[in-house]
């Protein structure tokens, strides 16, 4: 039988590697899947405990975090082509430009 | 039974695909796994009887985001390798490691407690889809409206920063002639 637990250990595992990725990868554009990641563990285990506790609140957050996905992805990938158009990289290490 | 094996099946596809995702060094492999493991959360959704959710999981993140990703790699040379001058990978996995159970112990505390009462509890009579419209437009109707003026927001400024005046202003020009705009 599958219990809650087992939905949020997964879901805790999917946000894990999304951590990973944050903290590992230079490319700008592996940084915004990792975020992708992190979103999509977070809604599963809205899921699930909305589904546990019989509550459909859950799931609305899920919409509207689905919703902040979105837009994030929008802007943020606006933001990511300007800065490829200047720079010509999108290495994280580039975004440097206040070091002394 | 069912639910057991499709779990379980739909659990080890989707880490092995976000593991692709983290750990590829083609961005277009990395897109292409990632738009599975969406795919594949939906079916946890359906699972868990939110069946609306795992439709809007479908559109969004493999149609809406999927599509988008796709056009912004088109303007960018993704065949170019990125250095990674990374640190050591046992501090990392077990930094990440400890500070995500860190966070998920936080957030499961209070639920833990088990004084958690259904605010709108799932009726039933009428299906997913209905309850989700019931309670969306009328408990959540002020944060509804809120997310699509958002969405306005966010699509306003995609279309600026990504395609207005692409030939002068903030996309073309180096910094000093910016400089020199800004200072006249």
Redesign the interface.
């Given at each position: 039988m599958i219990t809650l637990t087992h939905y949020l250990v997964l879901s805790a595992i999917l946000f894990s590697i999304a951590l990973v990725g944050v903290l590992r990868r230079k490319n700008l554009l592996m940084l915004f899947f990792a975020t992708e990641i992190a979103l999509n563990a977070i809604n599963i285990a809205f899921a699930a405990i909305s589904k546990y506790y019989g509550d459909l609140t859950g799931q609305m957050f899920a919409f509207f975090v689905i919703a902040i996905a979105a837009s994030e992805v929008a802007v943020g990938l606006g933001l990511l082509i300007i800065w490829y158009k200047r720079r010509g990289t999108i290495d994280l290490d580039s975004l440097q430009t206040m070091h002394g | 039974m069912f639910?057991?094996v499709a779990?379980y099946l739909f659990?080890a596809l989707?880490?092995v695909m976000?593991?692709i995702?983290?750990t590829s060094k083609n961005?277009l492999y990395?897109?292409s796994s990632?738009a599975a493991?969406?795919i594949f959360?939906s079916a946890?959704?359906f699972?868990?009887?939110?069946d609306?959710?795992g439709v809007?999981?479908i559109i969004?993140?493999s149609g809406?985001?999927m599509a988008?990703?796709a056009?912004?790699?088109m303007?960018?040379d993704?065949t170019?390798e990125?250095?990674?001058?990374?640190p050591p990978?046992k501090i990392?996995?077990f930094?990440?490691?400890m500070?995500?159970?860190l966070?998920?112990l936080i957030l499961?505390t209070p639920?833990i407690s088990d004084k958690?009462k259904?605010?709108?509890?799932?009726s039933d009579e009428i299906g997913n889809t209905e309850?989700?419209g019931i309670?969306?437009f009328t408990k959540?109707l002020v944060?509804f409206e809120v997310?699509a003026i958002?969405?306005l927001?966010?699509?306003i400024?995609?279309?600026?920063?990504?395609s207005k005046r692409m030939d002068e202003s903030?996309?073309?020009k180096?910094?000093q002639e910016i400089e020199q705009k800004g200072a006249e």
């Open positions: - | 639910e057991v779990f659990a989707t880490i976000f593991v995702t983290v961005a990395a897109m990632l493991g969406m959360i946890f959704f699972l868990l009887d939110a609306f959710l809007v999981q969004v993140y809406a985001v988008l990703y056009f912004a790699m303007f960018m993704t170019k990125v250095k990674e001058n990374n990978k990392v996995f930094l990440s490691g500070i995500a159970l966070l998920v499961l639920i958690v259904a605010l709108y509890p799932m309850a989700v309670v969306l959540y944060p997310a958002m969405l927001v966010a699509m400024a995609g279309i600026i920063l990504a903030i996309t073309l180096i910094d």
